[in-house]
């Protein structure tokens, strides 16, 4: 049983607190003042009832009642000073965590956040903090009266006639260790195994929602969706197993607690030996109206080590985040002399993962040419392109930008360096304006009107109700992707990057939409160094020099004309592209 918290908890957030540790330790002092000053009243209570009974100086009741007023909203002033301490150290520490989870975030690999997906980091951040905060704010100082309360009742207890009180504790005493033989069996794992369970069941269950239009149109029924199914079934087992596993326990424990005044009444015919007096009859009275009191706080300490789980789990989850690698510190500055791009021996292996998913390449682009990554899905464009953005460090060779490793450049200036543009164009929910100001927020309104008119956005923020000051995103407000990739060229176009890294989408709405997003491209590409993924083979014939990776590896290389002559795998793949597109001029 831990009415205390868990030492090392205490620590990391006492560490969180900082200067406001100190606004916690008053708070719970406070708190237990305020539960010991809540049992006053039951002492007046007890000498009204002697009074009552006794029938003489009735005229002092009023005076002890209205005692036992003023002691109670004295005590309840006591207790929301103590929430006002625990709260101010609740909020600065849930501001130190959020400051220092961001501050740690922006040091990460930007691919980061890709592999472990922006949802997860962004629940912990707010969620796991959060956490925190309740724990502090309410938890802390109300455990603080969960174990003020049963000391305040024993010496109540003890001070009118021990023999009673004795009595009183024996079956909180025998419900207590019911409940420490709960507490025994693997709490925590068990905790653990249930907030699994119940994050499985919820992923199922938005799998089957999304799948909810197939199972009505073929007709099918819940069944179809077995992992759904498996998931609900796997829940249902282990909450039943772990019912009947606590029932005895938990039947006990709640017999016990519950039970005191028949355990009262059977001492007291006992102690009485037949000869009852008033003084007898006052104080079975009294313990009666009392231990009521000791009831609901043993319930309560009983469920608070629950919350204290949700806070080691929440911690547990922050140092996931704190705990991965932040890219290496240059060991001396350099800066880029031009805008080439050199990928020396370049290998890459993503975490946990046993391949390569790039081996060994060597690309070298001048300052303004423009190449193209070709090849299968898998192949290794996108982790390339990545790579050159710093978005993770190669695991063997370097990338070189103007000459200077880019792990040597300081990350603002390799950001102001090279734009990308990916392929899924990752809008925010703002306004058009704001979206794209991103890439360099002091610039002015007209600015940003000439990168969307140069990026053929016009037609675009023609048909929005609130031109460029519509949020994207918002209710009804719907752009294709082929839109969505014209406003992000038009913020790479903002950003002015002399580098640029394109990951062209894959599919258009229409033949209008595609061509403007040609221009587009055509206009940012103007006179800067381009990288360019390309799956509409038309876009790369005229580049400098065409690039095929197949499995991590280039397998060719060479302009256009030269692959065509080579009859490979580039040959072949712009046959079959050729014939997509007279299937569909002719269809
Ligand atoms: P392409 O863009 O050519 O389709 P990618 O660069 O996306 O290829 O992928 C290259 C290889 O790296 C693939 O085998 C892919 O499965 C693997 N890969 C890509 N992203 C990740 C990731 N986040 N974690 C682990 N492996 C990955
Ligand atoms: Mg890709």
């Known amino acids: 049983m831990k009415t205390e918290s868990n030492p090392k908890v205490m620590k990391i957030l006492n560490e969180y607190a900082g200067g406001h540790r100190h606004l916690i330790t008053v708070g719970r002092i406070l708190a237990a003042v305020s539960a010991f000053m809540g049992l006053v009243p039951f002492y007046d209570l007890w000498k009204i009832i002697r009074i009552a009974v006794k029938g003489e100086e009735l005229s002092k009741i009023a005076g002890i009642a209205w005692q036992a007023v003023g002691i109670t909203v004295a005590a309840l002033l006591v207790y929301i000073a103590a929430l006002m301490c625990t709260h101010i150290a609740a909020f600065r520490v849930q501001a130190n965590m959020r400051s220092r989870l961001m501050r740690r975030i922006l040091t990460l690999p930007l691919g980061v956040f890709d592999e472990d997906g922006t949802g997860k980091i962004r629940r912990t951040v707010n969620e796991s903090t959060a956490a925190t905060e309740s724990f502090i704010a309410h938890n802390l100082p109300d455990k603080a009266v969960a174990a003020a309360t049963p000391v305040g009742?024993?010496?109540?207890?003890?001070?009118?006639?021990?023999?009673?009180?004795?009595?009183?504790?024996?079956?909180?005493?025998?419900?207590?260790?019911?409940?420490?033989?709960?507490?025994?069996?693997?709490?925590?794992?068990?905790?653990?195994?249930?907030?699994?369970?119940?994050?499985t069941m919820s992923s199922e269950a938005t799998e089957y929602v999304r799948g909810v239009p197939v199972v009505k149109v073929f007709g099918q029924s819940v069944h179809s969706f077995r992992r759904f199914k498996e998931a609900i079934d796997g829940y249902s087992k282990w909450v039943t197993a772990y019912t009947l596993m606590l029932r005895m326990p938990m039947t006990m424990f709640m017999t016990c607690i519950n039970a005191v005044f028949a355990f009262l009444v059977l001492g007291a015919y006992v102690l009485s030996k037949g000869s009852v007096t008033s003084e007898m009859i006052l104080n079975v009275m009294y313990y009666i109206i009392v231990t009521p009191l000791?009831?609901?706080?043993?319930?309560?300490?009983?469920?608070?080590?629950?919350?204290?789980?949700?806070?080691?789990?929440?911690?547990?989850?922050?140092d996931s985040i704190l705990d991965i690698q932040p890219l290496a510190e240059a060991k001396k500055a350099e800066l880029p002399k031009d805008n080439s791009v050199e990928l020396k021996n370049v290998s890459f292996k993503y975490k946990d993962s046993a391949d390569y998913a790039v081996k060994d390449l060597n690309i070298k682009i001048g300052s303004g040419e423009h190449i193209a990554l070709v090849g299968p899905s898998g192949g290794g464009k996108t982790t390339t392109a990545e790579l050159i953005a710093r978005f993770f460090d190669v695991t063997e060779g370097s990338v070189f930008i103007g000459g200077a490793d880019i792990r040597n450049i300081p990350q603002e200036e390799l950001m102001k360096q090279v734009s990308f543009v990916f392929q899924d164009s990752r809008l925010l929910k703002a306004s058009i304006l704001e979206n794209v100001r991103l890439a360099r927020p002091e610039a002015t309104e007209a600015e940003v009107m000439q990168a969307l008119e140069t990026a053929q956005c016009m037609d675009i923020i023609e048909k929005l109700p609130q031109g460029i000051h519509t949020v994207i995103g918002a209710k009804g407000i719907y752009l294709s992707g082929g839109e969505q990739q014209r406003i992000s060229i038009a913020r790479a176009i903002l950003k002015n990057a002399p580098i640029i890294i394109l990951d062209e989408a894959t599919a258009f709405a229409d033949p209008d939409n595609e061509n403007k997003v040609q221009a587009a491209f055509g206009e940012l590409a103007k006179?800067?160094?381009?990288?360019?993924?390309?799956?509409?083979?038309?876009?790369?014939?005229?580049?400098n020099c065409i690039y095929v990776l197949k499995d991590g590896s280039v397998c060719e290389q060479g302009s256009h004309s030269e692959l065509m002559e080579q009859n490979g795998l580039y040959r072949q793949m712009f046959d079959e592209y050729s014939r997509s597109i007279n299937w569909k001029v002719g269809a």
């Open 153 to 199: 009742l024993l010496i109540l207890l003890g001070a009118f006639n021990w023999k009673l009180g004795l009595i009183c504790l024996i079956p909180a005493l025998i419900g207590f260790c019911f409940m420490m033989s709960m507490m025994g069996k693997g709490m925590q794992e068990k905790m653990a195994e249930y907030q699994n369970a119940l994050d």
């Open 294 to 318: 000791l009831t609901v706080t043993l319930t309560k300490i009983a469920y608070s080590g629950e919350q204290e789980m949700v806070v080691v789990d929440a911690l547990k989850r922050m």
């Open 527 to 543: 006179g800067r160094t381009v990288i360019m993924i390309a799956h509409r083979l038309s876009t790369v014939v005229n580049t």
